[in-house]
């Protein structure tokens, strides 16, 4: 017998579940602590397992924490699932949301399993997955880059501020992650975000791109992404939550016919994806950069962004 009067194997699930908020899954009654099918059934039978999802039980008793609400959906969704998304964000103390329903990220296709939402991603990296309060979940900065998929910008902002507050900002692994996830939806926002948040120069490919840019932040005009990539077109200047860019052009980047044609086409294509765009050349803006920044700050005012 155990020291607690339990026999050994009773003893040992009865530890697994304190050190796990209370559950425990199938699959770990099996594989670590031999037990097989029939004395799982036996001991849901007997009173001694509580059914939480398919695979998962309560021990002892029903009172779940949050915390063990969460576990149990994890481990609802298979040995590699994360929390994620909403739940993620709410584990981390990065944003004040609700923790259920509870958001579960797998590797691979799974059934759905109501009341959990499950998502998929094929492309989670060791470095995207993590453990808080001994439950596997997205690391901070996969967590934000799904947020900023679903939520609206203004809480993506929130969020950094908020974990930088909580000391979990690291600017390298916000980088490394979007270097290799380029085509989630959220990436751009969480981009930009990124880019709001940190008071550094983004990264320009001219001199004109880097000056323009300069007098706009001077100008105290919203800060804009530079080289931004929206429905599949990169804009060398653009506000994400006005859908509006700015095309700096050069003679030496668009001085043949095909390129003039090139770009009356491109225009209407963004125009057709929602996206509004005016063009200022770089011998305008060197004749007469006060005009510019003054009728840029006026269409922005049309879209909401500035009090002109």
């Known amino acids: 017998m155990c020291p607690n009067g339990l026999p050994p194997r009773h003893g040992e699930l009865a530890g697994l579940a304190k050190r796990?908020?209370?559950?425990?899954?199938?699959?770990?009654?099996?594989?670590?602590?031999?037990?097989?099918?029939?004395?799982?059934?036996?001991?849901?039978?007997?009173?001694?397992?509580?059914?939480?999802?398919?695979?998962?039980?309560?021990?002892?008793?029903?009172?779940?924490?949050?915390?063990?609400?969460?576990?149990?959906?994890?481990l609802a969704c298979g040995p590699d699932a994360l929390l994620s998304h909403y739940s993620a964000a709410w584990l981390w103390g990065i944003a004040g949301v609700p923790a259920a329903p509870f958001h579960v990220t797998c590797p691979i296709p799974r059934r759905a399993r109501l009341p959990i939402r499950i998502h998929r991603s094929r492309c989670l990296a060791a470095a995207d997955r993590s453990e808080q309060d001994g439950i596997p979940v997205t690391a901070i900065p996969r967590t934000l880059l799904d947020m900023a998929g679903v939520a609206a910008f203004r809480w993506v902002g929130r969020m950094l501020d908020r974990a930088e507050e909580l000391e979990l900002f690291d600017l390298s692994a916000f980088e490394d992650l979007l270097d290799r996830t380029r085509g989630h939806r959220g990436w751009g926002p969480l981009r930009y975000a990124i880019a709001l948040h940190d008071p550094v120069v983004p990264k320009t490919r001219s001199e004109f791109e880097r000056e323009f840019f300069e007098a706009v932040?001077?100008?105290?005009l919203p800060r804009p992404a530079m080289n931004y990539v929206e429905a599949g077109f990169e804009l060398d200047v653009y506000w994400p939550e006005a859908r509006f860019a700015v095309e700096l052009d050069a003679y030496g980047t668009h001085g043949s016919r095909a390129a003039?044609?090139?770009?009356?086409?491109?225009?209407?294509?963004?125009?057709?994806?929602?996206?509004?765009?005016?063009?200022?050349?770089?011998?305008?803006?060197?004749?007469?950069?006060?005009?510019?920044?003054?009728?840029?700050?006026?269409?922005?005012?049309?879209?909401?962004l500035v009090v002109n």
């Open 260 to 304: 003039f044609e090139h770009d009356r086409l491109r225009e209407e294509d963004l125009k057709l994806a929602g996206i509004e765009l005016t063009r200022v050349t770089d011998v305008r803006f060197a004749r007469e950069p006060a005009v510019v920044i003054a009728r840029l700050r006026s269409l922005l005012a049309q879209r909401g």
């Open 217 to 220: 932040v001077s100008s105290s």
């Open 20 to 74: 796990q908020h209370g559950v425990v899954s199938v699959r770990q009654m099996i594989g670590q602590l031999a037990y097989s099918r029939r004395s799982v059934s036996r001991d849901a039978a007997s009173g001694r397992l509580h059914r939480v999802h398919s695979g998962v039980y309560a021990v002892g008793h029903t009172r779940l924490s949050v915390h063990g609400e969460a576990l149990a959906a994890v």
